[in-house]
Nanobody
């Protein structure tokens, strides 16, 4: 089972952009990958997913602003976040799923504030 490490979070002004990265300890070729987030006092929600074939899906609130991508050769998944809003503030977690197996990273904080 892979281990995941997120990076790229930080403080950004509304309307700004961030690119999150998720580095896996091994091959992600056969894993469906995704990003969750959890804001203070709120339930964790699935933000974006990308299948082994590269098909993507997004929660409605980020459609048109976020883009998930994967580089299997580098065992890395990305989340490009544009036009960020204060309500995007959360800890973002990378996840990997294969059958009944799943793995999550430790999370990276994204704060959108002026």
């Amino acid at each position: 089972q892979v281990q995941l490490v997120e990076s790229g979070g930080g403080l950004v002004q509304p309307g700004g952009s961030l690119r999150l990265s998720c580095a896996a300890s091994g091959s992600i070729t056969f894993y469906a990958m995704g990003w969750d987030r959890q804001a203070p006092g709120k339930q964790r929600e699935l933000v974006a997913t990308i299948t082994t074939g590269g098909s993507t899906n997004y929660v409605d609130s980020v459609k048109g602003r976020f883009t998930v991508s994967r580089d299997n050769a580098k065992n890395t998944v990305f989340l490009q976040m544009n036009s960020l809003k204060p309500e995007d503030t959360a800890v973002y977690y990378c996840n990997a799923k294969h059958g009944t197996m799943g793995a999550w990273g430790q999370g990276t904080q994204v704060t959108v504030s002026s």
